[in-house]
């Protein structure tokens, strides 16, 4: 029994290379051995990319935490600002209380 796409890797009628088909192993009856040689190809392919994987996961990891970290520098920095600001107010109010005392003190 020939599989389909067996044979010449170039088909010579339309000058293209064969390609994989899709299989359920659930609705068609494979043997072991296919079974195993699907399995070993899934593991060949999922080696190939793992490098790939990591990669990108090692780069989305750095930039959420650097997210998070500019957001908790600027919550700090927002902060401080509110504190100065506060205190400049107080010296300003204070400023203006001994400016008033003074000109009806005169």
């Avoid at 170039?10 to 399995?39: C, H, N, V």
């Avoid at 989305?60 to 600027?74: N, S």
Wanted: proline share 5%.
């Amino acid at each position: 029994m020939a599989a389909s796409g067996a044979g010449d890797p170039l088909d010579a009628k339309r000058g293209e290379a064969p390609f994989a088909q899709r299989i359920d192993p659930t609705r068609e009856k494979l043997t072991p051995e296919q079974l195993y040689s699907m399995w070993r190809a899934q593991l060949a392919q999922w080696q190939k990319v793992l490098p790939q994987r990591r990669t990108r996961n090692i780069v989305t990891r750095l930039g959420i935490g650097a997210l998070v970290l500019a957001i908790y520098g600027y919550t700090f920095y927002s902060i401080s600002q509110e504190r100065f600001l506060d205190e400049l107010e107080d010296e300003a109010k204070a400023a203006r209380a001994r400016a008033l005392a003074r000109a009806s003190g005169s």
